[in-house]
């Protein structure tokens, strides 16, 4: 079993920038974040393959949040900037124990972080 743990969420002003980590205690296969603000279904953001070589984003962060992973530390990470109020959400990391690609759907990733909580202020 991989645990993965979250950090970096906090307040931030619209406009601003933060990164999140999510470190795994064990090998982990392809990688994502996903969000859900109150009252929302969770959502796919960000995602990487194993390699690192190939990422995927949703439409509304495209150019504004980037994914990146270091296989040494175990760790991935969420550089989001240009922030926005509707970014507002708890973070989930999440990792696929089989799957070198990416996918949208949540039932692709075995493992899940407790989540980190981003607020946006306008």
């Known amino acids: 079993q991989v645990q993965l743990v979250e950090s970096g969420g906090r307040l931030v002003q619209a406009g601003g920038s933060l990164r999140l980590s999510c470190a795994a205690s064990?090998?982990?296969?392809?990688m994502a974040w996903f969000r859900q603000a109150p009252g929302k279904e969770r959502e796919f953001v960000a995602g990487?393959?194993?390699?690192?070589?190939?990422?995927d984003y949703t439409d509304s962060v495209k150019g504004r949040f980037a994914i990146s992973r270091d296989n040494a530390k175990n760790t991935v990470y969420l550089q989001k900037s240009s922030l926005k109020p509707e970014d507002t959400a708890v973070y989930y990391c999440?990792?696929?124990?089989?799957?070198?690609?990416?996918?949208?759907?949540?039932?692709?990733?075995?493992?899940w972080g407790q989540g980190t909580r981003v607020t946006v202020s306008s």
């Open positions: 064990g090998r982990t296969y392809a």
């Open positions: 990487i393959t194993w390699s690192g070589d190939t990422t």
């Open positions: 999440a990792a696929a124990a089989r799957y070198y690609t990416v996918s949208h759907d949540t039932g692709h990733y075995n493992y």
